[in-house]
């Protein structure tokens, strides 16, 4: 179980379902109602829902998870 798993699995189910539809529409590449921000100095991007972020960047064809995770001082370090 990975990082991400293990933070869903903490979440509330109405949490969980909201995440679960953001994660399934970067996935997809369906993201035009998306508000999605790219970081500076990397090459990744955010997209913000509440108190979440989810990180990602684009491989050769699809998007990768890095990280889902609550807002706080350290979200967008050692990435």
Known sequence: MDKNEKFLRKLSPKQR???QTLVEAILSGNTELLR???LKGVDSYKVRKGDFR???HYGKDMAIIDRII???EST???L
């Open 70 to 72: 609550f807002r706080n």
């Open 17 to 19: 379902d909201v995440l």
């Open 76 to 78: 967008y370090k050692n």
């Open 54 to 56: 989810i990180v990602f």
């Open 36 to 38: 999605i921000t790219k």
